[in-house]
């Protein structure tokens, strides 16, 4: 039985080829925590987003992991 996937991509944009790189906003589906990963021909990063309060941005949708 195939194991369930643990984040979620809840939004892309941009392509990997052009300057601004490709950047995806995607959820962990265990602790709801969304995070900023971002690609380009010259590298890659990954970031926790936060709110104005300095706290991860946490989703509070249900995303159970099956």
Known sequence: MAKPKRF???YKEGT???DEGKRIVF???L???N???WTSAN???ITPLID???KP???REDFPLE
């Open 27 to 29: 959820v962990d589906r």
């Open 52 to 54: 104005s309060q300095g």
């Open 57 to 59: 941005l946490v989703t």
């Open 31 to 33: 602790t709801g925590v």
């Open 16 to 18: 990997q080829l052009s």
């Open 8 to 10: 979620e991509i809840v």
């Open 43 to 45: 590298g890659a990063g």
């Open 35 to 37: 995070y900023l990963g």
